[in-house]
């Protein structure tokens, strides 16, 4: 039985940006399949490739056996895709919406207004459907676009950053909603950089790093696979770098600290792995407060995605995002000194 979908060597340029270098994965059908990283990695161009929204450079692409770059108009009938940024017509009520998307995909006109009524149902959408999309929250907006991308039931629904700007009941319902679909048989892709999101939702996850996977399989399995619990502390709110690094000198010392970082982008706080004991947390306070270096804040836990991340490309999610952000910016102030 072919996998539901199946990416192997996928590489796509714009210009002289690699914006994916080499990702290969697969997907398995009715399981939900989180691909991880910060923005700019590769997510949304790795998405709009199986889409057929890009046409990649090199590369495998197939949805349900199906070629994506051979036969991208059979793929389309396959998928439902749902982008990061909503785009609805504003003048339109949600009915009219899904009838409209029911007529793109030529479906049957007795058999498109049931399932109009039955996806705007599915999404709680039924006091909403005959409202203008204008006055819809985001959390609905959000909502009606998931019910677009279903409406010609997809073998596979893919989600670009789904619950990017919604609030936290938004984002449960979403999430409850795509636990319904994997549980009914429908395969879900999901890109996001929220780890919470990934870990609650996705059976497997792929995290992107600069256009290549740097680690795949099921979250439990990659957060074993680092080992050890994880420290996080600071000596102060904001840390002079240079207490952060004589912390981090004093801790290396103590037999059970298997390593420490500094994680500047948030306040020079301290990062350490331990293995894992009840005194850890006792014995580095004492530790640090012998060396006159008292701790403002501590915390422990079992390691996470972020930790899986930060093994993998020695920083964290949120040092890799700010590292992003400020090439981004770069670039935006030499085009306008240009202009």
Known sequence: MSAAVLIENLKKCYGDVE??????????????FGLLGPNGAGKTTTIRCLCTLSKPDAGKIEVSG????????????????????????????????????AALYHLPSAFAKERVSTIL?????????DKKTGTYSGGLRKRLDLAAGLLHQ?????????????DIESRVVVWDFLRQLRAAGTTVVITSHYLEEIDALADRVAIIDKGVVIAEGKPSQLKDRVGGDRITLRIRE???????????????????????????????????????????LISVQQCLQTAGLPTFGIAQARPSLDDV?????????????????????????????MR
């Open 19 to 32: 914006a994916v270098k080499d990702i290969s994965f697969q997907v398995e059908s009715g399981e939900i």
């Open 66 to 101: 199906i070629s994506a770059i051979d036969k991208p108009r059979a793929v389309r009938q396959r998928l439902g895709y749902v982008a990061q940024e909503v785009a609805l017509d504003k003048m339109l009520t949600g009915r009219e919406l899904l009838q409209l998307q």
């Open 121 to 129: 149902a599915m999404l709680g959408l039924q006091e909403y459907a």
């Open 154 to 166: 997809p073998d596979v629904l893919v989600l670009d950053e789904p619950t990017v700007g919604l």
């Open 238 to 280: 904001f840390s002079p770098l240079e207490e952060a690094k004589q912390a981090k000198e004093l801790l290396q010392t103590l037999p059970f600290v298997q390593e420490v970082i500094i994680n500047s982008a948030q306040g020079n706080s301290l990062n350490l792995v331990v293995q894992p004991q009840s005194e850890a």
């Open 309 to 337: 991340y930060l093994a993998a490309t020695g920083k964290t999610l949120m040092d890799a995002e700010l590292a992003a952000s400020g090439t981004r910016d770069l670039k935006a102030e030499k085009k306008q000194s």
